[in-house]
Every structure is written in structure tokens, then in C-alpha cells.
Nanobody, 124 residues
Framework: QVQLAESGGGLVQAGGSLRLSCGAT????????MGWYRQAPGKERELVATVTSGGSTKYADSVKGRFTISRDTAKYTLFLTMNSLKPEDTAVYYC??????????????????WGKGTLVTVSS
């Protein structure tokens, strides 16, 4: 199992910046990728950005050029630096981790985990 805990959300004015953090504990050697997702009121959860264990990143078109995903591999900590925030970025942001069974870690299960989320509110 993996436990994820997000922090860093809050209220910010449009144009401002925030940095979210996500700490992972437990069977972290099983993690193959981590990412940030968000869910705005009345909308479905959507991908914001992901990073694989090899360092490959992917971003939603709506955040490209404004958000940066990064990680501290040694500490299994994930970050999301958000600049030029817009009111439409208002959402609960969730950290997610994909676990994968491989020859190196045969005891791992192919599954995923989510944190409880952190609220980001951008005022206009």
C-alpha cells in the first residue's frame, strides 16, 4: 500500500503562484508514475500533469507553460509549481500514484492510490 498526503493549497489572487507538495509513504518502490489531478465543482476529475519514474512528463493543454511538475525521487515527494493562476484553476487538487508489478518488484500490485486532496481557490 501507498499513502499520499497533499499540502500547499490555499487562496490566491489571479496571476499569483502556489506550490503543491505530495509526500508518499509505504511501498514507494512499487510506484511507476505519479501525477496531479484536479476536480472543480460540478466537473469530473481531470489530469493536470504526470511524471514517470523515468522522468517523462505530460501536461494538460490548459496548464502548459504555467504549471511545472517535479519530484524529489529520494524522498518520494511530488511537487506542482503553479504560476499565472486563473480563476478556472480553482479545484481540489489530488495527488495520484500508479503502482506496477515488475521483475524488480514482483511483490507489488498493479493498482493506483489517491491522496485526500488540497483545495486551490483562485480569486479574480
Amino acid at each position: 500500500q501507498v499513502q499520499l498526503a497533499e499540502s500547499g493549497g490555499g487562496l490566491v489572487q489571479a496571476g499569483g503562484s502556489l506550490r503543491l507538495s505530495c509526500g508518499a509513504t509505504g511501498d514507494t518502490v512499487c510506484i511507476s508514475a505519479m501525477g496531479w489531478y484536479r476536480q472543480a465543482p460540478g466537473k469530473e476529475r481531470e489530469l493536470v500533469a504526470t511524471v514517470t519514474s523515468g522522468g517523462s512528463t505530460k501536461y494538460a493543454d490548459s496548464v502548459k507553460g504555467r504549471f511545472t511538475i517535479s519530484r524529489d525521487t529520494a524522498k518520494y515527494t511530488l511537487f506542482l509549481t503553479m504560476n499565472s493562476l486563473k480563476p478556472e484553476d480553482t479545484a481540489v487538487y489530488y495527488c495520484g500514484a500508479d503502482l506496477q508489478q515488475t521483475l524488480r518488484v514482483p511483490w507489488c500490485a498493479n493498482t493506483n492510490y489517491w491522496g485526500k486532496g488540497t483545495l486551490v481557490t483562485v480569486s479574480s
